[in-house]
């Protein structure tokens, strides 16, 4: 059976998988991943490209479309175009009866959201209109000819009144609720409610990395955490320090063993907080494997590639959200280490954002003109990047952060409060608004640190407003939104905050990023006596003291 299919339920003509909330596949979901082609040599289907032209088409010819979501990584994607699309009767019975558009899940990543079926290939079938009529992942020849009869014949029966709209997408508005500190602490019930004492990790079936949560449970739980990252680190991690997707078994086994450059950041940043938190020379080593992988098969000689296939093909594509959480992860270990190689990349990949992807205070895609401009993803992920650096590198950094988070506040923050995920244009579905609860996390998660590295509240209210969006779904909330609870946890608690009158690079600021947790918040190059540091808490500034032993004995007093 190839990857993936043993998830893969036929959905066909049932009510469509939930949109917005936590990614199906909490590792990667191909965010970065991009297709060489729009089609494949073996395949006689006739795809076209997604756009207004196939919506047109289908609408004048008075049929549906048939929507293929594809991966680059993806073992079933290949199954499929070779063994299923490639049969001529099922081509030919396709070209006759839809207009077929194969979209790249990476490079539109609006598009995957709503016609995602929980995995890859999503095989969708859509109105006119863009409308669900029915979905499914991989199927079989014999399995596919049964779907394709019974979507023609339904839509004989009832035409466009065929399609239904996915919930998300139905105009409802999120479940919001006023933010408390309950949030962090149901979420962090669910780190040892879901926990698999056995084998470590969450769940009880296929084993993800998730990273987020593994961050997020060692300032909460730190020794599942810790194990966790044990497991990950003997059944995940090749011998080039690059972490898989996921283990098909329960005990880690039977590894997917395509690499993304979503799960590797992420990853990164796991083992060095990891480091941070115990002083544990394994984790820094682990941290620093995946550096290696990053920059010695990702790395394209400005940018870092997509991910890496599992019979080692390596995916140029260079995109947004992926390069910032790279840059943010590097940032983090040359922070607690000194690491001048994770530096030096982290500078020039956000180099690589500003003279590539910044436009007009907002965010392309990826480098082309044909790109989408202004999604969620990107302008959180490179926000929250620029926040990092202006604490590690330069405060500089912290001014274009704030002209990408002001507009997309502007754009995309609606009256509920949660951030929508793009411009509400485009064909399909994407006029409709999904308010995704991870990105909009990542980006409250940047406000936040970007309110306290300025000084202006604003930001912190705009952060409260969109976690506060969905706080009436926090009792149902699993460890996979993790990112979320951390940004409801910094919003309902002040962080660590750390003031440096002193210059980058600096002993003194050099301590402050090493204290012990990862969420603080360190501003560096401020006003006050020249060479001092001191915390701003609730109850405002401390004593300033002038030495890093100082600062450390500082941050143990104001912790008890």
């Known amino acids: 059976m190839p990857e993936g299919c043993r998830a893969c339920l036929i959905a066909f003509l049932l009510p469509p998988v939930p949109f917005g909330g936590p990614k199906p596949f909490p590792g990667g979901d191909a965010e970065y991943c991009r297709m060489s082609d729009a089609s494949d040599d073996r395949t006689r289907v006739e795809w076209r490209e997604w756009g207004s032209d196939a919506f047109a088409d289908a609408r004048e010819r008075g049929v549906p479309l048939l929507v293929s979501v594809v991966a680059t990584w993806s073992e079933s994607c290949r199954a499929m175009a070779q063994r299923t699309y490639a049969e001529p009767r ?3 019975n396709i070209n006759d009866d839809f207009v077929p558009v194969r979209v790249n899940a990476a490079r539109r990543p609006r598009v995957r959201e709503r016609y995602n079926m929980g995995g890859f290939p999503s095989t969708v079938f859509v109105t006119p209109d863009g409308e669900h009529i029915a979905g499914a992942t991989f199927l079989e020849p014999d399995g596919f000819r049964q779907v394709l009869q019974r979507v023609r014949e339904t839509w004989d029966d009832a035409g466009a009144d065929a399609g239904s709209v996915p919930r998300a997408l139905s105009g409802g508005e999120p479940p919001a609720a006023p933010l408390s500190g309950d949030i962090e602490g149901l979420v962090a019930g669910q780190l040892a409610d879901q926990y698999d004492s056995e084998h470590a990790g969450w769940g009880s079936s296929e084993k993800f990395p998730l990273p987020e949560t593994v961050s997020f449970a060692l300032k909460r739980d730190r020794d599942r955490a810790l194990r966790t990252l044990d497991a990950i680190r003997r059944h995940l991690v090749g011998d080039d320090g690059g972490c898989f997707r996921f283990a098909h078994g329960r005990d ?3 590894p997917q063993t395509e690499r993304t450059l979503s799960v590797n950041a992420g990853m990164l940043a796991a083992f060095a907080h990891a480091y941070l938190t115990t002083g544990d020379d394994e ?6 494997g995946v550096l290696d992988y990053l920059t010695e098969t990702l790395w394209t000689g400005a940018a870092f590639g997509a991910g890496e296939t599992p019979d080692g093909g390596v995916d140029d594509a260079a995109y947004a959200d992926g390069n910032a959480l790279a840059a943010d992860a590097l940032l983090s270990l040359a922070a607690y280490t000194g690491d001048d190689r994770a530096t030096r990349y982290a500078e020039r990949t956000l180099d690589y954002i500003a003279d590539e992807l910044l436009v ?8 082309g003109a044909a790109a989408p401009v202004g999604l969620l993803a990107d302008r959180a992920r490179v926000t929250g990047a620029l926040t990092t650096a202006g604490q590690v590198l330069d405060p500089a950094y912290l001014e274009p952060a704030r002209a990408v988070a002001d507009r997309a506040i502007a754009d995309l923050q609606d009256d509920t409060g949660a951030f929508v995920d793009g411009p509400e244009t485009g064909a399909g579905l994407l006029d409709e608004p999904l308010r995704p609860i991870d990105d909009t996390a990542a980006m409250a998660d940047a406000l936040v640190d970007l309110s306290y590295l300025t000084g202006e509240a604003r930001y912190r209210d705009a952060a409260r407003d969109a976690i506060a969006a969905f706080a009436g779904a926090a009792e149902r909330m699993g460890v996979q939104v993790a990112g979320y609870a951390t940004a409801a946890a910094r919003l309902s608690t002040r962080p660590l905050v750390i003031r440096v009158a002193d210059d980058p690079g600096s002993e003194l600021h050099r301590a402050a990023l090493r204290m012990a947790d990862h969420e603080k918040v360190v501003a560096v190059g401020v006003d006050g006596d020249p ?16 030495t890093p032993s100082a600062l450390a004995a500082l941050v143990a007093d104001t912790a008890q």
């Open 283 to 288: 984790y820094r080593g682990a941290a620093t």
């Open 531 to 546: 060479g001092t540091a001191w915390l701003d808490t609730a109850d405002g500034d401390t004593d300033a003291v002038a």
């Open 360 to 367: 007009d205070d907002t965010v392309r895609h990826y480098a």
């Open 252 to 254: 880690w086994s039977d």
């Open 90 to 92: 099922i081509a030919a």
